[in-house]
């Protein structure tokens, strides 16, 4: 990142306490400013404060999904980019079912790779300072 800017805030959720923070961590290494949170929940109330410009979210994750937390996000904090991660083979089928028309997220199966997180990053800051 450039010195005269601030990081990229990068929200990791995901249930699984052991990927959220594998995950954080790989992403503050490259840079970015990160956190991980371990439910929809936290993750929905943790982004109207925070407000970061990317997260990276498991879709199953209990009560919040991260399906449903998408929805929210790009109507709270329509400038934060989403990617849905899932190990689950359901995962497609239900991001399918929950898409609005004209508003798809972009899944990736688990395990992810870094690299195709750091594309993802790169788009959003791309898309961030356009």
């Known amino acids: 990142m450039s010195g005269d800017h601030a990081p990229i805030r990068v929200l990791v959720v995901d249930d699984d306490h052991l990927v959220a923070d594998s995950l954080a961590l790989i992403v503050r290494g490259r840079g970015f400013e990160s956190r991980a949170v371990y ?3 936290d993750a929905a109330e ?3 404060t925070w407000k970061p410009d990317a997260v990276i979210a498991d879709v199953i994750l209990g009560k919040l999904d ?3 937390l ?6 709270v904090l329509p ?3 989403v990617i849905l991660i899932s190990g689950n083979p359901g ?14 997220f972009p899944l ?5 790779h870094p690299d195709h997180i750091f594309e993802f990053l790169g788009t959003s800051t791309r898309e961030a300072s356009a």
């Open 39 to 41: 439910s929809g929940e």
């Open 46 to 48: 943790l982004a109207l």
């Open 66 to 68: 991260g399906v449903a």
């Open 70 to 75: 998408a929805a929210y996000l790009a109507e």
């Open 79 to 81: 400038s934060c980019r």
């Open 91 to 104: 995962a497609a089928e239900l991001l399918n079912k929950s898409n609005e028309p004209g508003r798809g």
């Open 108 to 112: 990736l199966a688990k395990p992810v």
